[in-house]
């Protein structure tokens, strides 16, 4: 079955890394859309600028158009995907949010920024966004690393089937840990993986412990409250890439 996956492209080396991983994980048969916003200014300020702002709007999509085609052609992880450009102009949450009403997809990728001062990557405005309202599974991407080592957490909120189907769809002959709180889930990963069970009081500390040593940490939970207090506890400490699956 053919996989698609969203890409979020801007001008950052991080965007790239994204589009590298997403291309990557969608390999042979799938279909990446390669998305940019092209930030405006307010609509009130826009008003009556006519001919003039759809001449600008047009000319700025062409453009991002073509760099897009270029980021593409100028890595070989796209060669083996089709790749669509998909650039709006408006609010960058706004206008992804809408894609994601309209088209359906098996995962969105995201890059971080890193912070001037910490140098460490950190949630922005769209991440937070992207995890509180996306119905798709998120991969946020803070350097560009192959899947080898990747490891599993669950907490019993959500299918173990759903989740077993997306982790093999996407990573299917890799190197797999699991984690969980929950005795439920665990007969459930035997099967693609070494499982064991921690104790919830412990989940953090002992996440933090491994994640330094993993490059795909994959977060499978129904609980909205629990992925965003993971993910800007995370994302600081990963080099690869964090995946938000509920």
Known sequence: MEKKVLCLIDHSLESSYALRFGCMLGKKGATVHAMHVIQTIPFVLRWGMGYARRHWEKEQIEKMEREIKRMVTSEPHCDAVKIKSVVKIGSVSGEILDQLKKESYDLVVAGV?????SQKPYLGRLHTDLIDQSPYPIAMVTSFKMPDKVLLYLDGTISSEKTKEFVKRFFEGTQISIVTDSHEVLEHFKDIGEAKIIDRDEVLDVLKQIVPNIDTFIVASGNVE??????????PEIMGALILYR
Do not use: K
Request: aromatic share 14%; charged share 15%.
């Open 113 to 117: 920024h890193y912070s001037q001062i």
């Open 226 to 235: 629990l992925l965003l207090y993971l993910s800007r506890e995370i994302v």
